[in-house]
């Protein structure tokens, strides 16, 4: 082999060699569109990142819906609260249950959950939220929670008045 195609072929090799290493370096520094790169992602896959547009949005919206639906309701009679659930879920499986609400026709008051046909009963206050009343948010250890799918119940008294509403939500562990 002349000295001229050792130089081509070392050159060519150095290239093929950096080329490889940028790839390899990109495809590790940016495995998932979706993850941040920001260090904002847990070894367990929490995304502390702050969110996205298209979540904020999402958010905003579903806090809207459950806004207009207790000021539309037109079930509330002065012997009713209007209950609505802005949140009845975990965040991540095997994470605790969360529970917020927004409640109409009252400023004061006691809260109680209930899962399924469960004699235990978690209980809250009414509060002020800034712009609406709401019960104070309710979070159930996953340790308390069975797996599977059950009925959710949230139970609201001011008084003479009252208001339930009740979902079924899904526990993962």
Do not use: W
Not at 62 to 87: C, H
Not at 94 to 113: A, F
Not at 114 to 135: E, H, M, P, Q, V
């Amino acid at each position: 082999m002349t000295k001229t195609k050792k130089i081509i072929l070392i050159v060519i090799v150095s290239i093929a060699i950096v080329v490889a290493g940028i790839y390899l370096y990109n495809k590790k520094m940016h495995k998932d569109n979706n993850t941040p790169t920001n260090g904002t992602t847990t070894s367990d896959g929490i995304n502390y990142a702050p969110p996205t547009k298209q979540e904020f949005d999402e958010s905003q919206n579903r806090k809207k819906q459950a806004i207009d639906q207790v000021q539309n309701n037109s079930s509330n009679t002065a012997q009713n609260i209007v209950v609505s659930l802005s949140a009845a879920n975990q965040d991540v499986p095997g994470g605790p249950l969360v529970i917020r609400s927004i409640v109409s026709g009252v400023e004061s008051g006691k809260c109680t959950v209930t899962l399924g046909n469960s004699s235990k009963t978690y209980a809250s206050d009414i509060i002020n939220l800034g712009n609406y009343y709401g019960c104070a948010g309710v979070d159930i250890p996953a340790s308390e929670l069975s797996q599977g799918k059950t009925t959710l119940t949230l139970s609201v008294v001011s008084g003479a008045k009252t208001g339930k509403i009740s979902q079924e939500v899904e526990i993962k562990k």
